[in-house]
């Protein structure tokens, strides 16, 4: 499955590991400094791990050919009725203009038709800007372990048309994202 848009395209493919994936995982993440794999081999075991969990419950978006954010879902997480979003992420230089609601709407449009009543997830408790946009989303706070928090959302009220569509010519309209400060040479982990 593929959706376009006059730029942004979101498809339904299962996560390679290839070296753009890892870049974009590292380059997503670096400016949060915790919550995250920093060495490539970990990497791409972590992505390995998210395709063997569930490999139609990912979805990849591109700006032609440019690899620019993910999302990984598990309809197997508990028997089936709870699934979990394990990760999302968009690159920096398109964060801000609702990519990531795009690719959150795709994620759980998936995991409702798979038959999942509720999906889980857990968020770094100093990431406040993934947590802004769960709870912009409809998820609640569910409980903490360590500096983790779980966020949970019923299924049940997505509209049955979540319109997907929408969310993504919404996203083309929006105004590109400043370029984020060119980052220092020898980051960590890279
Ligand atoms: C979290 C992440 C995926 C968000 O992606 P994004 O494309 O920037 O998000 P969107 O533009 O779709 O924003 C959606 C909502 O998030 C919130 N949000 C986005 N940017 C924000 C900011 N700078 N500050 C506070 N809230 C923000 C808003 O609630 C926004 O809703 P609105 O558009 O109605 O205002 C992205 O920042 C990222 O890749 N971060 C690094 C990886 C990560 O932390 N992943 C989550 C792991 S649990």
Redesign the pocket.
């Known amino acids: 499955m593929s959706r376009s848009t006059s730029s942004i395209r979101i498809a339904q493919e299962p996560l390679s590991g290839s070296a753009d994936l890892v870049d974009l995982y590292l380059r ?2 670096q400016p ?1 400094g915790d ?1 995250y794999y920093r060495h490539r081999t970990e990497v791409k075991a972590y992505l390995k791990w998210l395709r063997h969990r569930d490999p139609y419950g990912s979805f990849v978006a591109y700006d032609g050919n440019r690899l620019v ?1 993910f999302i990984a879902t598990d309809s197997r997480w508990d028997h089936g009725t709870v699934g979990a979003i394990h ?4 690159d920096p230089e ?9 690719l959150l709407l795709h994620g759980m449009a998936y995991l409702r038709s798979r038959g999942c009543r509720v999906c889980e ?4 408790e100093h ?4 947590r ?2 769960y ?2 989303l409809g998820f609640q706070e569910n409980g903490r372990w360590g500096k983790w928090i779980q966020m949970v959302r019923s299924l049940e009220d997505l509209p049955e048309d979540t319109n997907l569509e929408a969310a993504l010519s919404e996203l083309s309209r929006s105004t590109p994202a400043p370029s984020p400060p060119p980052r220092s040479s020898g980051g960590e982990g890279i």
């Open positions: 997503a993440y949060l919550y954010g990760e999302l992420v968009v398109y964060q801000g203009r609702g990519l990531g609601r795009a997830l857990w968020v770094g990431n406040e800007r993934a802004a946009i709870q912009a």
